[in-house]
T-cell receptor
Framework: GENVEQHPSTLSVQEGDSAVIKCTYS??????FPWYKQELGKRPQLIID?????GEKKDQRIAVTLNKTAKHFSLHITETQPEDSAVYFC?????????FGTGTRLQVFP | DAGVIQSPRHEVTEMGQEVTLRCKPI?????LFWYRQTMMRGLELLIY????????DSGMPEDRFSAKMPNASFSTLKIQPSEPRDSAVYFC???????????FGPGTRLTVL
């Protein structure tokens, strides 16, 4: 089955800097890759997603890139702000199931 | 739209007791997912339903866990008997179909003493 690895597990950046989180997946048939943000004590919420027919997608300060050949995808957050502090999960969809990475705890220091 | 609704939000019980978690998906959504989140294992899919039919329950840890979806607007996850290692946050999520965005409920924090 699908296996998703996510790095790093923790990431600390200064406000205004960029943050990059990377994920790899194992199932070449996976075709949908969402990213979820989970604030402390809250539910995971979708922030951006990408499908396998697209290499890059951007939404304001957030962008996701996908390399199907290498089977990895990344989340890029530019001009980070303290409210970006949260746990971020990547996921890959394989046979209608989302398989989640282990999460990255991002801390943005003012 | 109220979003996905889960109850209770918190549950504290003693080992050996039966626990029932409840979920109401977003109206019109026909896929429903149950997840468990722990520090050690992260976010794990337990089971999911399409049109009220269980499609994949390979994530259900053992026979103590069971899930039902008697109609399009209600699902339950039952643990009987409960054990301390079942302590976790249980999320329910729903989507228009299994290939669409999943919307998570607020979760139920379960503590088994």
């Amino acid at each position: 089955g699908e296996n998703v690895e996510q790095h790093p597990s923790t990431l600390s950046v200064q406000e205004g800097d960029s943050a990059v989180i990377k994920c790899t997946y194992s199932d070449s048939a996976s075709n949908y890759f969402p990213w979820y943000k989970q604030e402390l004590g809250k539910r995971p919420q979708l922030i951006i997603d990408i499908r396998s027919n697209v290499g890059e997608k951007k939404d304001q300060r957030i962008a996701v890139t996908l390399n199907k050949t290498a089977k990895h995808f990344s989340l890029h957050i530019t001009e980070t702000q303290p409210e970006d502090s949260a746990v971020y999960f990547c996921a890959a969809r394989s046979t209608d199931k989302l398989i989640f990475g282990t999460g990255t705890r991002l801390q943005v220091f003012p | 739209d109220a979003g996905v609704i889960q109850s209770p939000r918190h549950e504290v019980t003693e080992m050996g007791q039966e626990v029932t978690l409840r979920c109401k998906p977003i109206s019109g959504h026909n896929s429903l997912f149950w997840y468990r989140q722990t520090m050690m294992r992260g976010l794990e899919l337990l089971i999911y339903f399409n049109n009220n039919v269980p499609i994949d329950d390979s994530g259900m840890p053992e026979d103590r866990f069971s899930a039902k979806m008697p109609n399009a607007s209600f699902s339950t996850l039952k643990i009987q008997p409960s054990e301390p290692r079942d302590s976790a946050v249980y999320f329910c999520a729903s989507s228009l179909g299994s290939t669409y965005e999943q919307f998570f409920g607020p979760g139920t924090r379960l503590t088994v003493l």
